[in-house]
């Protein structure tokens, strides 16, 4: 006996309702896939701005803690020698005598004194951190410049990569530039990334030297 094959197929009501079924799943899971995607890529910009924060607090706040240079020329009073002006608001980079470059005008320029012990006897040195904005495209970044006994940067760190122009502020607890240093220094900028939008960045650091 010879078994009948059945040769039938699809008809083409059938195919066309399948490629229709194919066609309103895939629009679904391509609108979840596209959604889960901006959401990774909103999370990811968002650590990435967390980290540039991070990282500005810790340099801000310890440049601040040091800031301070002390008139050695001036007499002792009240047991202690007076301050020089420590702190200067949008700055050239030899501003005051202090040369720290070449870098662009700084938002903020901290000095302060810093001993080199290999030296017999010690050596005093001028220690100038430089916060500046290098513009890349539409936007610009923070970087931090050290430069200490020598006018040349010892090192050039980026801090921020999205800042807004026109977004930098500084602020004091007294007079940023008055021959006492203020007790306190706040940087204020807005930094800023497509899919996560504006951020508002504050760094705070207090001074140690009384």
């Known amino acids: ?11 083409l009501i059938e195919v066309l309702i399948t490629m229709t079924l194919m066609g309103v799943v895939s629009l679904a899971l391509s609108g979840l896939v596209i959604t889960a995607l901006k959401q990774m890529s909103a999370t990811s910009d968002r650590l990435d701005l967390s980290q540039d924060e991070q990282l500005g607090a810790v340099y801000f706040a310890r440049d601040v ?10 007499a002792i009073g009240g047991g202690s020698l007076p301050f ?3 702190i200067q608001l949008g700055a050239a980079d030899d501003s ?5 470059g070449p870098l662009p005008d700084s938002v903020l320029r901290l000095l302060s004194d810093d001993w080199d012990l290999t030296a017999a006897p010690p050596a005093r040195r001028t220690a100038v951190v430089a916060y500046y904005l290098k513009p890349v495209d539409r936007v610009f970044e923070l970087h931090r410049a050290r430069c200490v006994g020598s006018s040349t940067p010892s090192s050039d760190v980026r801090l921020s990569e999205n800042v807004k122009p026109g977004s930098v502020s500084v602020s004091c607890s007294t007079p940023c530039t008055a021959v006492v240093a203020p007790l306190s220094v706040t940087l204020r900028y807005m930094a800023t990334k497509p899919s996560s939008g504006d951020h508002e960045v504050v760094l705070t650091g207090l001074r140690r030297q009384s």
């Open 1 to 11: 006996m010879h078994l009948k094959r059945s040769e039938r197929g699809f008809t």
């Open 65 to 74: 803690a040091a800031v301070g240079l002390r008139d050695y020329g001036a």
């Open 84 to 86: 020089k002006p420590s």
């Open 96 to 100: 005051g005598g202090t040369t720290c």
